[in-house]
């Protein structure tokens, strides 16, 4: 019985598991992808673009579009906020160029994130660890599938342009920034320099969240390996580069009108909003483990694949004082509550999209690096049964990492109400109740009377206010209504409102 398990076991190898890992995700993307036909232009998306529209549609030139989006970064960084670099994509949404083209939006914000995590995972896991590429490609999938699923705010992840622009684009820019100071650590190659501080300069001008990310990691590369290599201090470059955009955001005019008079630097303030960011670490996961259960099953998942991952491994990376790994993980993670907690005004989820998604990668390079510095332990001691099991990869597969998979169903059966709560269930229950195609029917007779330039006064109807996982700020009956205001400007009105009383 023992030999035929084994053998069922070899048969289903890792390189199988990676290739159905890698389909179970491109399925996981498909109605999100699908609900992209859906998607529209909302609120902020209109208000960044009025300036930016109206060049294109006078002159069709990209100069003066690239113009008047510097203008618009201009106005904004005066009268609202800082983030100048975002302010000037925020401005070049893509019906700015032709109507109807906002579904590309999710499609490149899907893409941006599988991007960047991809990339970052391979080059933390193979060419920094050493472990094999399948084994890489599970641990992206099952992480990128707990991301897109759970994730916080589906407008902030794929459906709200400015919002996705603000948080995943420099999230993603963020670890491609690591990923470049990871491999100047690795060859000593400036142009990995260079390459570093065009992630920064990004960077700096868009995302708090995005910028302590690198700050903390770059910081901490230099404290602990300045004795043994001078030349890592050229990441002080990249490192200057993002934090002088940092300042620039951080002085904004428009901070104080968008925060109050009362907002600006404040040394108690910060030392507060560090216990309370802390705090927050602590009590977040315990929020995870009631709505999000079936992250935690992916995590166990992560810890199963991982460990025959590291005992295959090649290469001479060492596993070193993993308490202290684990709490600078766990700083890096409650930093993210930081840049919410400091401002204390009212924020969309955007700020619980980047603490979600740093919480996944905090939990998983902390259960690869303690799973490392065991395997470590254990080869450098004689032992017993259980030493030889945990030891040899094939061993491990079938007398434990089986029974872990077996617990991991076991386990999805009592985490079935988040299952209930994923992405691709909110999709199909938005898309099966008829709610979106009588949303995309309704958007269309809106569009009619606003691309109508023979009409000056739009009176629109009323919209499905049940928007699923999409984004949308509808027109009110009130003209002078920010909405009213931005969709107004955008398709050069002389009034726009909701009719709700015909």
């Not at 619980?352 to 905090?362: C, G, K, P, S």
């Not at 739009?458 to 928007?467: F, G, T």
Request: hydrophobic share 50%; glycine share 8%.
């Amino acid at each position: 019985m023992q030999r035929k398990l084994r053998k069922a076991v070899d048969f289903v190898s890792d390189k199988k598991i990676a290739a159905v890992m890698a389909g179970m995700l491109v399925i996981s993307l498909i109605p999100i992808l699908y609900l992209a036909g859906y998607a529209r232009p909302s609120g902020d998306d209109y208000g960044y673009s009025v300036y930016t529209h109206a060049a294109w549609l006078d002159t069709h030139s990209l100069v003066e579009v690239f113009k008047a989006a510097v203008y618009t970064v201009k106005g904004m960084y005066r009268a609202w906020n800082g983030d100048w670099f975002t302010v000037f994509l925020f401005s070049l949404m893509p019906e700015v160029f032709a109507p109807y083209t906002f579904w590309i939006v999710p499609y490149f914000m899907v893409g941006v994130t599988v991007l960047g995590t991809t990339a970052f995972l391979y080059d933390v896991l193979v060419k920094t660890v050493g472990i094999g590429k399948e084994y890489a490609v599970i641990l992206d999938a099952l992480l990128l599938i707990a991301s897109f699923q759970f994730i916080p705010s589906t407008a902030i992840g794929m459906y709200w342009y400015v919002g996705a622009m603000h948080y995943m684009v420099p999230h993603a820019v963020a670890l491609y920034a690591l990923i470049f100071g990871f491999r100047y650590y690795r060859t000593g190659k400036i142009r990995n320099i260079v390459y570093a501080s065009l992630c920064m300069f990004m960077v700096g001008g868009s995302s708090y969240f995005s910028s302590l990310l690198v700050f903390m990691v770059y910081g901490l590369l230099m404290v602990l390996l300045f004795r043994k290599r001078k030349d890592i201090f050229y990441l002080l470059v990249p490192f200057l580069i993002g934090a002088a955009g940092f300042v620039v955001q951080c002085v904004s005019p428009g901070n104080k009108a968008r925060g109050g008079e009362s907002f600006g630097l404040s040394v108690g303030g910060a030392f507060l909003t560090v216990l309370q960011s802390l705090w927050q670490g602590l009590v977040t996961p315990a929020v995870y483990l009631r709505e999000k259960t079936f992250i935690f099953v992916i995590l166990l998942l992560c810890a199963v694949f991982g460990w025959t991952a590291l005992l295959k491994r090649k290469g001479n990376f060492r596993f070193r004082y993993p308490l202290l790994f684990v709490v600078f993980m766990y700083g890096v993670y409650s930093a993210m509550y930081a840049p919410a907690i400091y401002a204390a005004v009212d924020v969309s989820l955007g700020p619980d999209t980047m603490v979600y998604l740093t919480f996944l990668l905090a939990a998983l390079f902390s259960i690869l690096y303690v799973e490392g510095w065991i395997i470590q332990k254990l080869r450098e001691k004689e032992n017993g049964q259980l030493g030889k099991i945990l030891l040899d990869a094939g061993s491990y597969r079938c007398r434990a990492g089986v029974p872990l998979i077996l617990l991991a169903a076991v386990l999805t059966l009592f985490s079935a109400g988040s299952l209930r709560n994923c992405v691709d269930k909110q999709v199909y229950d938005y898309v099966s109740s008829g709610q979106a195609e009588d949303f995309r029917k309704q958007i269309e007779s809106q569009m009619e009377i606003l691309l109508d330039d023979s009409i000056k006064e739009a009176y629109l109807v009323p919209i499905n206010d049940q928007q699923g996982p999409l984004m949308h700020m509808p027109v009110t009956e009130d003209e002078e209504a920010f909405t009213n205001r931005v969709v107004r400007d955008f398709y050069r009105k002389d009034k726009v409102v909701m009719i709700t009383n015909p």
